[in-house]
């Protein structure tokens, strides 16, 4: 399985960006699917996670603020990130799975938020 993020960038506070994650190697339709962040110094944990029948669940840090989604279709899944705060600056992955990742990580893709 292969995983390729992208659509970070560096942003000022209050901006949104949108990530994409381009999946191969499987369906996505069959898999659970997430967004984890890893900030500087700290450990990756998952802030956004969606069940196969687009159930959806948010850590309390983002919950109000980004929005996970999937196109089947493209094999692809999306985080939308609104109101960016400099706590969001982190590599952002995404894997299969909605507690512990299902595969290898990819290499994610850098978001920097400025005061």
């Known amino acids: 399985v292969q995983l390729v993020e992208s659509g970070g960038g560096l942003v000022h506070t209050g901006s949104s960006l949108t990530l994409a994650c381009a999946v191969s190697g499987v369906s996505l339709r069959s898999y659970p699917m997430g967004w984890w962040r890893q900030g500087p110094g700290k450990e990756r944990t998952l802030v956004a996670r969606m069940s196969r029948s687009s159930g959806f669940d948010y850590s309390d840090s983002v919950k109000g603020r980004f929005t996970i989604s999937r196109d089947n279709t493209k094999n692809t899944i999306y985080l939308q990130m609104n109101n960016l705060k400099p706590n969001d600056t982190a590599i952002y992955y995404c894997?299969?799975?909605?507690?512990?990742?299902?595969?290898?990580w990819g290499q994610g893709t850098q978001v920097t938020v400025s005061s």
């Open positions: 894997n299969g799975g909605i507690t512990a990742p299902l595969w290898s």
